[in-house]
């Protein structure tokens, strides 16, 4: 048996996939569990991810005519239950505030006191309580659209929590528009969804597809539910943003009326959509190796570490000049509308620095040493590349070709997910085939399988349902790109009309 | 008796300042009441100024090496017990979570279930959620400092709200830092007070008084707080920002311990900071007028507005060409790293229409018509002047002194704020001439007072105490910058070092 291949990240990704997942975020100091069921701590290397993921995303929005709000965190129980489907869909996870102080109790301890006439539910989503504002602001189809998006923390109480993944508080965006006709909030649910697509692949350099929910699978109470789906490295799908046609739901649940040109009263038609922390576990699992995280350079929470190496403090003085020369020049450069951020790493820890940068993705890595400086040239790694793999290039032809670079590796990450999803998406017409491309290889690695299957449906709930039961795999996706092609269910065998991506799924 | 001016708020300053404050809120559309008691919602208008002070704080914090992360919004009772200080100030007004699930109930409607073992307090302020994290993150001096910040939402359950200055929820930042020594988290402390000060004064144009907190107002569990106060135009007292030394209270609580340089167990010196949308209050109260809001520039949602006017359909064209040749070359400028602002208005509502823009406070105004450009000039007015005050200026001396005029207004606002503090403020000597200026003028106007009062206190607790019941006036601060002087107790005439600020607040 050959050895192991010497990594930075135990266990390596063949061997416990979910495992390694855990190990990354804590090599690359992204986040870790908090004391509180199911929520995490967002710490400042993984945080900033966020930050540079709801400044691009939100610059994409208002480019469309959406402003930002606020709404309540809180929303009256009674509100919750005006559209009922949606109630439904998410009382089973809500955390209910129910007094408004603590009081000693006999033990000497605190205890809750001042019991709400109405309890609260600490949102889970918006639409009613934004509803209800909308309800107040439109009156007439001159109002319309409305176009509003609020950032903001949710809490769904989730039993089997992951950190990024599943958390019982998350970040998200939520944007909620009103509409005086259907076709026009149709066209709003297809540009947000255009707009997540835009922004998953050009920012974190992961390849989606556009598609339409399977009913079943519809956020509760839309009547169409669009998303973008991406593949991770164990095949699996993620959803990655979703956007949702309303229709009159909860226009009428929440009363949103208009008078339209000719004075008669309509209901609006509203659309929703979202997109969450989550993105920031797909992109750990699309991008990050056996050596730690893998930042694509528009998203990074910095591009480049200097990494000074002396040993006298001549050469210290010297070394840390021309460092810090270094970094003004690169911090004058612009890449994509931010700054080149750049970090300096001056621990004096060995080896162990470089490895440290390595594991939290930063895309470049640059050392410096007084070997270099006679050169006038850098020691320069690059994340995309193996980590062993160090080239010195001139220091002037480095800065000229700095965000070049960047863009190149941008580019290199989103070829190298776009070929990995397109050699485990299949085309399969036999249900033979179907069940043995979704069964794992082995017990002992449960997780890997074929990955996504481009199958025939029939439209049927039965057949969707069955194969979930067999398999656990379901439709993530009615691609909007399809060409229409007579086939046969891979399920029942009726005749159908399209195929279909059918996925294990996060 | 004069006829009253007209305006657009009713009713004026003079009249009635608590419903003006409200009425300016509404005709600015900045926010408005919820059905959720004590919250609010924040709409476009005003959550773009929000925006803008996020924006600009964070560059001042990141600049002093801050970074920012992202902590539960729930916190366990037992955390929040851990400092007896701290639990006992916020215990009254406490959100809790208690329920995790709804179910059917007997009626047919959802009542809360699934019990939870501790209840989670939603938090009021982060301080013990927060010292758990630095307790794991911190082992050796090594690791500190430790500089975080938390844009994040808050509950404090109020029982008399009003928007932006109390509310149930409300947005702020939270700075949490800890430290190896107690004289570098004084350092910080001081730093953090002044950024706020740096940022009140010249992004939102309100002069304020830099001071340390009494121990009677000291934020609960702090050694030390530090503060800003700002004047109001009802010459009320408004606190801008806190920043407190918490010594090493919240260190011992959460157990942040860390070894020293000569290898001894410590505990660490910790700081917190904070401000919130209050801000956008006190910023209301500072500058606007009986016509309306009134926005620095540098915090302004949008800068100009453009109002085209044509009547023909051929003045249209050519009207809506030059306007948006306007707004490009407008859009092009940068005032302050923020790209200018710039809004068309194109509603046909005739005079109404610059009135709306008055009201929402806009800096600049812009009046295109036909014969305008035939002259290549424009008709602007600014906020800073009376609405009537419109002036015909080229074009392109316009955009050439576009930026600055908006420096101009941003001045003429601080300048117009300091001088009413300046007017207002008065070195008090005897407890009778204390009194009458505290006295309301009339029993109709119950706001109308004289102001803030610099009298000496000779640091009993008992004084402020007597003073606080017989006028509802406090102590806002003990100025950083006191000389000190000879002087008597404005309350019991007993020897006193120095002058402090007394004032009512909010």
Redesign the interface.
């Known amino acids: 048996m050959a050895k192991p291949l010497k990594t930075a990240i135990t266990p390596v990704r063949a061997e416990d996939y979910p495992e390694w997942y855990q190990q990354i975020i804590k090599a690359s100091d992204l986040a870790?569990k908090?004391?509180?069921r199911g929520?995490?701590?967002?710490?400042?290397w993984g945080?900033?991810l966020?930050?540079n993921i709801m400044r691009g995303m939100d610059d994409m929005f208002k480019a469309t005519g959406v402003?930002?709000?606020?709404?309540?965190?809180?929303?009256?129980?009674s509100?919750?239950?005006k559209e009922a489907e949606h109630?439904e869909g998410f009382?089973?996870?809500?955390?209910?505030?129910?007094?408004?102080?603590?009081?000693k109790n006999d033990q000497g301890?605190?205890?809750?006191a001042?019991e709400l006439a109405e309890?609260?539910?600490?949102r889970p989503t918006s639409e009613t309580?934004i509803g209800?504002?909308f309800a107040?602001w439109v009156s007439s189809y001159r109002d319309l659209p409305i176009l509003?998006n609020q950032w903001?923390?949710v809490?769904r109480?989730e039993m089997r929590t992951r950190i990024f993944l599943r958390t019982s508080?998350f970040?998200w965006q939520e944007g909620h528009t009103a509409h005086a006709s259907a076709e026009e909030a149709i066209e709003r649910t297809q540009m947000m969804l255009e707009v997540y697509a835009r922004f998953v692949e050009d920012f974190l350099a992961m390849p989606v597809i556009r598609g339409s929910k399977t009913a079943s699978e519809r956020f509760p109470g839309a009547v169409d539910t669009l998303c973008i789906e991406a593949m991770m490295q164990d095949c699996k799908a993620l959803q990655a943003g979703t956007s949702h046609f309303l229709g009159q739901n909860f226009a009428i649940a929440s009363g949103i009326r208009f008078q339209n040109a000719s004075e008669e009263e309509e209901y609006a038609w509203t659309t929703s959509w979202g997109s969450s922390t989550r993105l920031i576990g797909g992109l750990i699992m699309t991008h990050s190796d056996d050596n730690g995280l893998v930042l694509p350079p528009r998203i990074a929470s910095a591009h480049v570490v200097l990494l000074p190496i002396y040993r006298s403090d001549a050469d210290r003085e010297k070394v840390m000049a021309y460092t810090e020369k270094l970094a003004t020049d690169l911090r004058g450069q612009k890449y994509h509308d931010r700054s080149v951020q750049v970090e300096i790493d001056t621990r004096d820890i060995g080896g162990a620095r470089g490895w440290d940068w390595i594991k939290k993705g930063i895309p470049v890595r640059v050392e410096i040493g007084p070997k270099d400086i006679e050169k006038d040239a850098l020691f320069v790694g690059r994340r995309d590349h193996d980590p062993k793999q160090k080239t010195s290039i001139p220091r002037v032809q480095f800065l000229q070709d700095f965000t070049a670079t960047l863009d190149e590796i941008q580019r290199s990450l989103y070829d190298r997910a776009l070929n990995f999803r397109e050699a485990h998406t299949q085309k399969i017409e036999s249900r033979e085939a179907f069940d043995a491309y979704f069964t794992p290889r082995s017990a002992e690695k449960p997780e890997i399988h074929g990955g996504f299957a481009l199958s025939h449906w029939c439209g049927e709930a039965q057949c969707e349902q069955q194969i979930k039961e067999a398999l656990n795999v379901t439709i993530r996706c009615i691609p909007l790109e399809n060409t229409p092609e007579d086939g046969r269910c891979i399920c029942c065998g009726r005749p159908s009309r399209e195929r279909v991506v059918w996925a294990k799924a996060y």
Chains 1, 2 share one sequence.
């Not at 929520?39 to 400042?44: D, L, Q, S, Y």
């Not at 009382?91 to 009081?103: D, F, I, S």
């Not at 309890?119 to 600490?122: D, I």
Request: overall charge negative; glycine content about 4%; proline content about 10%.
């Open positions: 870790e908090s004391p509180v929520c995490m701590v967002i710490k400042p945080y900033a966020w930050e402003k930002n709000a606020y709404f309540p965190l809180f929303i009256p129980l509100f919750l239950e109630v009382a089973k996870e809500c955390a209910v505030v129910t007094h408004h102080r603590l009081e301890g605190l205890a809750p001042g309890p609260l539910v600490v309580i209800d504002s107040k509003i903001a923390n809490v109480w508080e970040l």
